[in-house]
C-alpha cells in the first residue's frame, strides 16, 4: 500500500517517513508508543546490577559512561523489553541550574 504525500502528493512506499520527492513527512499508517519522558533524581551512588530504579526499570548491567551521565541496559517491566536508560548527571539535567 502506497501512502500518499500530503504536500505534493506523490505516491510513497508505507516503509518511508518522508517524501522522496519533497521531503515531507509522511502520515504514518501504523500506530505508534509514544510515552512521555520522566524527570528523576537519580541515586548519587552507581547504580547495581539487580536493583529495580524508578519502579520499572531493572538494572542489568552499565553499557558505558561519560561526562554527561551513565547508560544502563535495563528490563522495563513497564513494557516487559530490554531496552537502554541513559541518565544523565543531575548538573546537566537541569540545564547547569544548582539549588
Known sequence: MAIKC????SE????????????AQLPQTK???ICATETLEIPKEE???GPTF???YQIIKELGHCGMGWVYKVFDNDIKEKI???LLRPDISL???ES
Do not use: M, W, Y
Not at 6 to 9: G, I, Q, V
Not at 12 to 23: I, R, V
Open 54 to 56: 524508578a519502579s520499572r
Open 95 to 97: 540545564g547547569g541550574v
Open 12 to 23: 510513497n512506499p508505507e516503509t518511508k517517513q518522508f517524501c522522496g520527492d519533497c521531503g
Open 47 to 49: 547504580l547495581t546490577p
Open 31 to 33: 500506530d505508534i508508543h
Open 84 to 86: 537502554a536508560l541513559k
Open 6 to 9: 500530503p504536500k505534493c502528493h
